[in-house]
C-alpha cells in the first residue's frame, strides 16, 4: 500500500486566491444590477406616492360643490403635511357655464435624485344639479 503525501491532497494557496478572483470577477457585475434595481424601485415609490396623493386632493375637491372650487387659478405649491417632499397645485376652469362644465387638473412636484418631477391629473367635473333642473 502506497501512503499519498501530505503536498497531493487538497487546493494550494494559490488555486484559492484565483479562485476567489474569478468569482469576485464575476460577482461584481451582478450586483450592480441589484443596486440599479433598487433605485428604480425607490423611483417608482415615489411616482406611485405622487400619483395617489393627486388622485386624494382630486377627491378632496370633486366631493365640494362647484361653485365653491370654481374657478381657482393655480398659486404657489401647497406642501403635503404628511409628505415632506410632495407639494401640489390645483386649477379648476369653468368650461362652460351655461353646462355648469368644469375641468379640475391637480399638479404634484416631487424630488427624484437631483431633479424635480411633475405629474398632473386632470378630470371634467359637471353639476348634476344643472342637469335635474332642466
Known sequence: MKRESFRDCGFTLIEVVLATVIVMIALIPIMGFFSG????????????????????????????NPEEICPITPSS?????????????????????????????????????????????????FSKQAVENE
Not at 433598487?38 to 365640494?64: D, F, H, I, P, W
Open 77 to 125: 405649491w401647497e406642501p403635503f403635511p404628511e409628505y415632506p417632499g410632495y407639494k401640489y397645485q390645483v386649477e379648476v376652469i369653468c368650461d362652460d357655464v351655461e353646462l355648469e362644465l368644469y375641468t379640475v387638473l391637480v399638479r404634484v412636484k416631487f424630488a427624484v435624485l437631483s431633479n424635480e418631477k411633475e405629474i398632473s391629473l386632470s378630470t371634467y367635473y
Open 37 to 64: 434595481s433598487r433605485e428604480r424601485y425607490a423611483r417608482s415609490l415615489q411616482v406611485t406616492t405622487a400619483v395617489n396623493l393627486a388622485q386624494e386632493k382630486m377627491e378632496e375637491l370633486l366631493s365640494q
